[in-house]
């Protein structure tokens, strides 16, 4: 077993080398695929682990590799009655604390975290499948002039995320996976994550990194990953203190990624990141 876990998290820093060498993201891609991976490693040191860190990043490869095929848009009103916020970055950009983090602090016992990680390990599955068969490409505007903190963090993403890859959305998935995740945990923490995730799958249109419609099918995707996983797993064999102590550590999560968006304000403070076109 300690061969299969040293081996998948060798495979995802090849990976990541790979992504940071080739790809057109540049230096971005190497800690985008890590840090998630990383963490996942250090909580849960199992295969199903090791199949997330050697999965996540192959959402950078299989973006390269239908780069040159021809795209979708499935635009429909409600994105033309939704146009670009880029004050919505600011939650966009949270999924890396609500999608990863939040589960990785919240979610205690075995058997509970054994199951998120499959229901994860499904989404991925059936998303990347998607990014096969409909390839489609985001409504971006990529001339946005950054006149301040907002432009500049759409920016920042636009430049080091991928186009490819809209549907279903993966960051709306990954946000309903890990409420969904922490309610079975603590019910009042799952409600705030969900209302959270939704917020998430508003702030993808506005952001203009995917359409409406990603947006519902990543929290279809989600719901089914829930039912098949998630629903019918007993709560009692999770720790009572862990179980109370779950608000904390969501709360500690939130402060993070307020210290985090206070890091990238001093980052646009010094004039680092992207610049105006």
């Given amino acids: 077993m300690r061969i299969v876990q040293w081996s998948a998290i ?37 295969w199903l682990a090791g199949a997330f860190m050697v999965l996540l990043p192959m959402y950078f490869v299989i973006g390269q590799a239908t780069a040159g095929w021809p795209h979708y848009r499935p635009s429909f009103v ?18 890396y604390m609500s999608g ?12 509970l975290f054994r199951q998120t990680l499959k229901a994860y390990l499904f989404v991925m599955s059936v998303s990347y499948a998607c990014f096969f068969l409909y390839p489609t490409v985001a ?24 186009p490819f890859g809209c549907f279903p959305s993966l960051h709306v998935a990954y946000a309903f996976v890990a409420a969904l995740a922490c309610f079975r945990m603590h019910r009042r923490v799952g409600i705030a994550a969900c209302a959270w995730a939704a917020l998430i799958g508003v702030s993808t249109v506005y952001t203009k990194q995917h359409y409406v419609v990603d947006a519902i099918a990543g929290a279809l995707i989600a719901a089914v990953a829930y039912a098949i996983f998630l629903r019918d797993r007993p709560r009692d064999h999770v720790n009572d203190v862990d179980r109370r102590l779950a608000p904390r550590h969501a709360a500690f999560v939130v402060a993070a990624y307020a210290a985090a968006i206070v890091g990238f304000w001093g980052a646009y403070a010094l004039g680092l990141g992207p610049v105006s076109r």
Avoid: C, H
């Avoid at 990976?15 to 800690?31: C, E, R």
């Fill in 78 to 95: 409600l994105d033309d009655l939704m146009p670009l916020r880029p004050g919505w970055m600011l939650v966009y950009g949270s999924l």
């Fill in 139 to 162: 409504p971006r505007d990529e001339n946005v002039a950054v006149t301040g903190f907002a432009q500049w963090s759409l920016k920042l993403f636009y430049d080091i995320d991928q």
């Fill in 100 to 111: 990863f983090l939040l589960p990785l602090v919240v979610v205690r016992g075995v058997e």
């Fill in 10 to 46: 060798i495979g995802a820093l090849l990976y990541a080398l790979l992504f940071s060498y080739f790809s057109w993201s540049g230096y971005a891609a190497y800690p985008l695929a890590v840090l998630p991976v990383g963490l996942a490693y250090m909580v849960a040191r199992t």
